[in-house]
């Protein structure tokens, strides 16, 4: 589904999908950089990061293994909660592994500061972010993240993995959804 057929429930558009495909395609040559000659583990975030881990994984050259997490900390609002549910967990032991979390968007920062430490306290040998979307202005806590795309406003988007309501995650494209869809 393209932007254009949703334009009444969006404010503006972000990103195309052109602009989303260059930024994983740069991401993931940092990446293929950093980690040459190893295997790394990418730990998607359901539900949000399937198109941003699908896009990536296909990017790189690197030998790769992924696994899937899916944690809440939202239910069907638009403000995190801050407290973090694991609703489905990795089936790969961790231990002397690289992991690279794999995300769609961070905002407040708690639960991938959560699963880090979490993911980190399994044995991993290391543990790396990688976020397409960044929310700096709404950061509750200080989460270092390797490999960041795009520095987003306090707005609440929609597209490529992201939704409201389990709406929109089909959108090839990323745009901020207007408040009226919503109701803020």
């Known amino acids: 589904m393209q932007l254009t057929d949703i334009a009444d429930d969006l ?3 972000l990103y195309t999908e ?23 583990l990418l730990v998607g975030v359901l539900k949000g990061a399937v198109m941003v881990m ?7 050259t690197l030998p790769i293994e992924m696994d899937w997490m ?11 909660s801050g407290v973090v549910r694991i609703l489905k967990d ?19 920062g708690l639960t991938l500061s959560w699963l880090r430490a979490n ?14 979307l960044r929310k700096p202005k709404a950061a509750k ?15 609440f988007v929609i597209g490529y993995g992201l939704d409201y309501g389990e709406k929109y995650r089909n ?14």
């Open 119 to 132: 993911l980190e306290s399994r044995g991993a040998a290391s543990v790396e972010i990688c976020a397409l």
């Open 70 to 80: 899916a944690v809440s900390s939202y239910g069907s609002g638009t403000q995190s």
């Open 18 to 40: 052109k602009q989303i495909h260059d930024k994983i395609a740069e991401l993931a040559a940092r990446i293929d950089a950093d980690y040459a000659g190893e295997t790394l």
């Open 171 to 184: 959108l090839r494209g990323i745009g901020v959804l207007a408040p009226h869809v919503y109701g803020d």
């Open 141 to 155: 806590v200080d989460v270092d993240v390797r490999y960041a795309g795009f520095e987003i406003a306090n707005e």
């Open 90 to 108: 990795l089936d790969t032991d961790l231990t002397g592994r690289k992991v690279l979390i794999v995300e769609d968007i961070i905002d407040s």
């Open 11 to 13: 404010d503006s558009t």
């Open 54 to 60: 699908a896009d990536l994984a296909r990017a790189l």
